[in-house]
C-alpha cells in the first residue's frame, strides 16, 4: 500500500459527490489520496490534528470541501505549512457565493487555494494537487501534459462535429 | 476586582474602533469585560484555549469581531456552549458582505448569534450581551429597560425638533 | 403544565417547516416552549402586545421566522428587553438574502441575534436558545455539553466510514 | 396655517438631507407637509400611535425613509391604509441594497411603494405623492405636468448646449 | 359597464399570471380594471400613446408588470402624471434582482412606486391602487379596511390553530 | 463639414465626462460624430424621434450612456434596426449594478451591445463603433489594426521596464 | 455554398441550446454562418487561431458563447478587430452573474459587445449580428425592419386578446 | 544571479502596489523572482509564449494579478501545468467581484489557484508559492514554519498589548 500523497477533506458527508469527483480525477492520475471527514465546527479538535500532523504523514496536498460559512479550508490552512485547496460546496439559497467567499477572503498570513464553485472546483482541485506534485515528479508533469492534450482533442472532436452539424 | 463576564474577542488589532464600541456599551451597564485579540488562523490554538476555558473562567457571553472570510465567532462557538455572538467587520472590497455571510451562514449544531456589520453591530453585541445577561440579573434589567426608555426619549425629542423645524 | 421558556413566532403559516425545525430541538432538551403565528405586518397589535408581555408571561427568549422584507424579529425586538433571535426564511427569488438582510442589518439599539437563512437557521435558533437558558441552568448545560459530544461523534463516524470507503 | 398631507418621516436624525429633498419638492409644489423622526425599533408606539392616527388627521400620503433594516415604511403601512412610500437609505456598508430590499419585498397585504435609493428617490417620494393628490386636485394636477415640460426643457436646453458643444 | 380606473399592463404574455393576481384583488374591491400588453421596446409607440391617453380615457392609476431589463414602468411613468406602480417580474437567472433595480432605480423625475418581486409584488400592487383610489372614495376606504381586518383575522386564526398544535 | 457616422447619447449632462472618453475615441480615429443629451424619461419624444430619424440621418452606430434605471440604450434600440451600444454610467449607492442589469438585460427582439460599467466601457463603446464601422471601410481597418498594435506596444513597453525594475 | 459570415462560437458543447438559438435567427435572415466549438482555455491555440483568420476568411462578426469564468469572448475580441458579440451563460450556482461579469466587464482596448444572459441573449447577439451586417447590405436591413415590425404585431395581437380576456 | 521560481505578471502597470505586495513576500523568503506585465487582451501573443515556455525557463509557480474580466490567470494556466495562482485586483464600480468571479469560476480542466481580493491576496499569493516551493525545499519549508510562528507571536502581543489595554 501507497501512503496517501493528498487528504480530500469533507465537512460533512453531503459533500460525497465533490469527494468522489476530486477522487477519480487523483484515480486517473495514480495519484494515491485519503478521504476524510473532519468538521471545522462540529470536530474542531480532529480537524486541529488532522492539520498539524498531516505534513507528518507524508501528505504533500490538502483539498477541503465545505459550504455555507465554509471555515474548514481556513481552518486546515490555519494549522499547517502544505498547500490548502478550498473547494466552495454549492448551497441552496445563496448558490454557494456564501461558500466561495468565506473560503476564498482569507486575511493576510494564510493562504487558500480557492477554486470554483461544485463540481468544476472539486474536479480542478484535484488537477491543481497533481500540478503541484508534478513540479517533484516528472512522470506526474508528463501525464498531466498528455491529459491537457487529452481534453484538448475532445473540445476538437466536438468542434468537428459541430461545425459539420 | 470583578472577573469578566464578557469576552470581548476581535480577530486583528485593525477592528480597535469596534472593540472600543463595544466595551463602552458593557460599562455604561457596569458589566466586567475582558479584551483580547485572537485570530482564528493566526493563533488557532490560542482560539482553541480560549474558547474551552471561557465557561470555566466565569465567562457568560463571547463577542467575537472578525472580518473578511470571517472565522472567528464560528471557530470560537465550536469550542464552548456559551453564547457566541459575531460582529461582521466591514471591509474596503466588498463592504463586509464577506464577513457577513462567513458570520452568520453556520451549518447545524454551531450556533453563532449574528449582528450587523460594522458599528451597528458592535453596540448591539454589547446590548445583545446585556439582555442574557439580564435573565439572570434583575438590575441589569432594570438598567435595559430604562436604556430603551431613553433611546426612545432622544428619538422622541429629535421628532420635536424635527416638526416645529 | 410548565410555562413555556422560549417563544417560537413565525410571520406566516408557510414558515411551519422551520417552526417545527425549531421545536423538535427544543424538544429534544426539554424545554417548554410555545408556537406562535404573528405578523409584523398583517397583526402588528399582536407584535406588539405579544412583545410587550412576554418577559410577564415567564418568556425568556423569543425565535422569530420570517421573510422576504423581514420585519418579524426586528419589530418583537423593538417591544422587549428579551433576546430575540431572528431567522431568516428561504425565498423564491431571491435565496432568502433579503431576508437575511431584512434581519441582521438592524440600526443601533435594537439588537436582533441572526442565525442562518432556512432549516439550519431554525435548528441553530434553538441551540442558541439552549445556550442562553444554560446560563442559568446546570442541568441543560449538561445536556448542551452531551450534544456537542454527540455531534462531533457522528462527523467521527462519517469519517471513519468514509476514511474506509 | 393649513393642515398637512403629506407626511415625511425618517427612522433618524441622520435622515435629514433626505427629508429636505422631499420638502423641497412638496414646497414648490404648495403641498402642505409635516416632517417627523419616528423609529420603527426604537419608538414603535409613535409609530403605531402616528400611523393609526395619520388618516383621521388628514393626512394623504406618507413618505418614510430609513436605512439598513429599513422597516418603518413597513410598519408604518402596517396601521393605516394610505397609501406608504418607501425611500431607501444609503448604506456606508451594503450601499444601500439592505435598506432597499427590506423597504420593497414586502408579503402579500401590506404595499410599500418603494423608490430609488437615496436623493433621487427621496426627491420622487414628494413627486409620487403629488401625483397621488393631483389624482383629485386639477390644479395640482396642471403643476405637475407643467413640471414634466420643464424638466423636459431642461434636458432639451443641456442637450442643445452639448450638441453644439 | 363602468370604464375602468386601473390599468394593469404586461410587457409580454408571460407574465399573465401576475395579471390574473392584481385583478382578482381589484374584482374583490369591484374597482374596474382593463388589462394590457405593450411593450417598451417592441411597441414602443403602443406604450407611448397608452401612456400619453390614459388619465384622458379615465385612468387613475397603472400597473405595469415586466422582467429583466424592466423598462415598462419607467417608459409608462415618463408619459403621463398618473401614479405609476411597477411590478417586477421573477427571472429564471438572477431572480429578479435585474427586473427589481430596473423597475425602482428611477432617476430624479419620472418616479415609478416599486412593489415586491413576483405574485405579492402584483397583489400589493392591485392593494397600493386600491389605496390610492380610495383617497377619494369613502366606500372603497371602508373596504380596505375591512380587508385590513380580514387579514388580520386570518393571521389569527392560524395562530390559534398553531398554538395549539 | 462631414455628416456624423456615429451618435453620442447622454442619458443626462451628469455623464459628460464619459461621452468625452467615447468622443476623443472617435475623434482619435477619424469618425465624424455627434454628441446629443436626451432622456429616456424626461424627453421620451425626443428619444423617439431621434431613434426614428437616425438611420435616415446617416448614422451608423448609436453610443448610449446612462445610469441607474438606464433604460435609455433599451429605449432608442427599440426604435431602429441600427446597432446600439450601451454603456452603464457608475452610481454611487450600487456601484452601476444596477446601470448594467438595466442595459444587458433585454428581452428577445431587442439588442443593446452592452460594454463595461464606467470610463472603459465608454472607450470601450467608441473601439466598438470603430470595429462595426470599420467592416465597410478599409481605411479603418487598417487603423484599428494598427491601433490594437500600438496598445500591444505600450504593454510590451511596461512589461519591459517593469521586468527590469 | 455561401462563405459564412457569421461565427457562432461556443466554448463547450454543453452551450448547444444557446448555439441553435442564435443559429436559427441567423436562418430565419438568410445570413450565412459557421457553427464552432472552441475553448479559451482547453484549445488556447485554435481560439488564437479562430480569431486571428476569421476577418481573412470572410467572417464579418463573431458571436462568442460562455459560461462561469467566461473568457471566449474577450480571448477572441484580443485577436481580431471585428466586432466580438458575448453571449454569458447560465450557470447552476450564480444564475450567470459570474458569466455576465467576465464577459462584459472588459478593460479599455479590448470591447466585447455583451447581451443579456442565456436564450434571450443569444436570440438578440444574432439579431446584433443582423443589424451590424445591416449596415452594408440594404436588403437585410428591410428584412429586420420587417421583422421589427412582425414582433410588434405579435404583441399588438397578444394585447387585443388579452384586452378582450 | 538566480534564475527565477517564481512569475509574478500583471495584466496592467495599474497593478503594480499588489506585484510589490508579492514581490516584498517572495524576497522575505529568499525566493527568487521576476516580475512581468502581460495583458491576456492586448499582448496575447505575449501571454501564449510566456505561459508556453514558463516551465522550460525554470519557473515553478506563477502569479498573475488582474481586474475586472480578469481573464490573465485562466489565459496563462490554459498554456501550462505549472500551478497558477490568481489574485483578483479591487475594481472602482463592484468592489473586486467581477474580478473574483473571472478569476475563480474556471471550468473543469483549468484549475486556477484563487486567493483573496487585493493586498490581502497579493501578499498570500505569494505564501501559498512559498508554500507549494517547500514541498522540495525543507529550508523554506521550516522558514515558512517560522514566519507562521511569528505571525503568531504578533497576535499574541497584539493580544497582550489589548488585554491589559
Chains 1, 2, 3, 4, 5, 6, 7, 8 share one sequence.
Do not use: C, W
Request: aromatic fraction near 4%.
Amino acid at each position: 500500500l501507497t501512503d496517501p500523497l493528498v487528504a480530500i477533506v469533507a465537512g460533512s458527508k453531503s459533500d460525497e459527490e465533490l469527494v468522489q469527483e476530486a477522487a477519480s480525477v487523483l484515480e486517473r492520475f495514480g495519484v494515491p489520496y485519503q478521504k476524510r471527514v473532519i468538521s471545522a465546527h462540529r470536530t474542531p479538535q480532529a480537524a486541529f490534528e488532522f492539520s498539524a500532523n498531516a505534513a507528518g504523514r507524508g501528505i504533500k496536498v490538502i483539498i477541503a470541501i465545505a459550504g455555507k460559512a465554509a471555515h474548514l479550508a481556513g481552518v486546515l490552512a490555519s494549522g499547517t505549512i502544505l498547500p490548502v485547496i478550498g473547494v466552495p460546496a454549492p448551497t441552496s439559497d445563496l448558490g454557494g457565493l456564501d461558500s466561495l467567499l468565506s473560503t476564498v477572503q482569507m486575511p493576510s498570513g494564510v493562504p487558500v487555494a480557492t477554486v470554483a464553485i461544485g463540481k468544476a472546483g472539486a474536479h480542478n482541485a484535484a488537477l491543481l494537487a497533481v500540478s503541484i506534485l508534478s513540479l517533484g515528479d516528472d512522470g506526474l508533469a508528463k501525464m498531466l501534459r498528455d491529459h491537457k492534450s487529452r481534453i484538448a482533442d475532445q473540445v476538437a472532436s466536438a468542434d468537428e462535429e459541430f461545425s459539420s452539424g
